[in-house]
């Protein structure tokens, strides 16, 4: 899938956003069927003391939706 810095522009606050796919086997051993989609995402702020805004937070929704469905 792929890791991901990237700036908003309210303050100095930076993310780091994390996506990875689970594979069939991690699935399986949960006794999930195989054929779902499962994702594992972790959002960092790496920097900044800015609280983050809902506005930020939908941008970083609105551009991982982009990214999953685009891989």
């Given at each position: 899938?792929?890791?991901?810095?990237?700036?908003?522009?309210?303050?100095?606050?930076?993310?780091?956003?994390?996506?990875?796919?689970f594979?069939?086997?991690?699935?399986?051993?949960?006794?999930?069927?195989?054929?779902?989609?499962?994702?594992?995402?972790?959002l960092?702020?790496?920097?900044?003391?800015?609280?983050?805004?809902?506005?930020?937070?939908?941008?970083?929704a609105?551009?991982?939706?982009?990214?999953?469905?685009?891989?």
């Amino acid at each position: 899938m792929g890791i991901y810095t990237f700036q908003i522009e309210e303050g100095d606050n930076r993310y780091l956003l994390k996506v990875s796919s689970f594979t069939e086997q991690e699935l399986a051993n949960w006794e999930l069927d195989a054929s779902l989609e499962m994702y594992e995402v972790v959002l960092l702020r790496v920097s900044g003391d800015v609280v983050s805004s809902f506005k930020s937070l939908a941008m970083i929704a609105g551009f991982l939706q982009l990214h999953v469905r685009a891989s």
